[in-house]
């Protein structure tokens, strides 16, 4: 999902599979090719400090984790919906940049 916002120029929800858990995996990744997480204090450009978005916590969550559960070795797979606030922070940038 993609939509124009006068704040940061584009906003785009991406979908990301990562094969490991590693430290910041993907905070650093995205930063580093130019597309930092919205709100992300660690990992976000100093000349863009209004990416910050303070108070709103960082945009990025799991929908779905899969893993063999430690004890059974049963496969698990674990699902959850997108946060609301991630829909209406699109929509509000999408006003915004219309009017």
């Not at 995205?30 to 997480?37: A, D, E, R, W």
């Not at 992300?40 to 799991?62: M, N, Q, S, V």
Request: positive net charge.
């Amino acid at each position: 999902k993609m939509v124009k916002s006068l704040f940061s120029g584009t906003i785009s929800t991406v979908i990301l599979n990562p094969k490991t858990g590693r430290h910041h995996q993907l905070r650093r990744h995205l930063s580093s090719i130019g597309f930092p997480i919205l709100g992300d204090k660690r990992y976000h450009f100093p000349e863009k400090e209004d990416t910050l978005l303070k108070g709103e916590g960082i945009f990025l969550w799991a929908v779905k984790l899969k893993f063999h559960h430690p004890i059974s070795s049963q496969k698990m797979e674990i699902s959850i919906d997108e946060p609301i606030k991630f829909e209406k922070w699109r929509e509000k940038e999408q006003r915004r940049f219309d009017s």
